[in-house]
């Protein structure tokens, strides 16, 4: 059937075969990529909490952007009102404060 016995519209199924795969039926070096992608993103027998422990748990490894860049977005939230009924609340005060002690350390002559 063409697109316009469906009124224009092409399933999204079909466009995405097509941007994916324009060689038609071989694998190619973009559908490797989002393979590999699609692979890696599978969630994990890893809680929310044990992967926030693992990916934050060096704040030393930080940069000190990535330091302010966090210090900004944590306080930014924390300002809002579902932070004030976030259950995890507490742990965003605590990172905040090591965030904010690890960028004073730098400061102070204490750089890496």
Known sequence: ???RLHGGFVPAAKRTEHTLSPARGKDTTLDRLVERAAR???PSPLTEAG???RSHADIR???AWELRREIRVIASYLDTAAAQRDFNRA???ERL???RAELARRQNG???
Do not use: I, N, P
């Open 1 to 3: 059937m063409s697109a």
């Open 40 to 42: 890696e993103l599978l």
């Open 51 to 53: 992967w926030l422990r």
């Open 61 to 63: 490894s930080l940069e």
């Open 91 to 93: 742990w965003f005060e």
């Open 97 to 99: 404060q090591r965030l």
């Open 110 to 112: 204490g750089a890496r």
